[in-house]
């Protein structure tokens, strides 16, 4: 079954008692790493006035310099994440888009004021 999924749980019902929200605003993140035109994290809309920023390229010939770049470009990620929930946003869904195998998509939502 679906229900337990993070769409189906997105859209559950929210529990008595709850001020009514009216709706919510989406936020997408998209991360991508390989060559350096192909290495960011897009926000989509906008977060906090960026729209782009710029990761490491993990095209490097040594095995070490090569996990150096991930462990950057991950805590590069995790930095942004953290501030999108400190700012209100919540996680809702990951997922990996059909057209670019390397990238991931964090989807978040924020309830309208």
């Known amino acids: 079954?679906?229900?337990?999924?993070?769409?189906?749980l997105a859209q559950t019902v929210i529990p008595a008692g709850t001020p009514a929200a009216h709706g919510y605003d989406f936020l997408t993140v998209t991360t991508s790493e390989g060559a350096k035109a192909y290495s960011f994290i897009l926000f989509s809309p906008a977060f906090q006035g960026k729209t782009e920023v710029q990761l490491a390229s993990g095209n490097v010939l040594s095995a070490e310099k090569y996990k150096e770049r991930i462990q950057q470009n991950t805590l590069l990620i995790n930095e942004q994440l953290s501030a999108l929930t400190v700012?209100?946003?919540?996680?809702?869904?990951?997922y990996t888009p059909i057209n670019s195998p390397n990238a991931r998509c964090y989807l978040f939502r924020k309830a309208k004021s």
Do not use: N
């Open 1 to 8: 079954m679906l229900w337990s999924s993070p769409a189906a």
């Open 87 to 94: 700012a209100g946003w919540e996680l809702v869904q990951i």
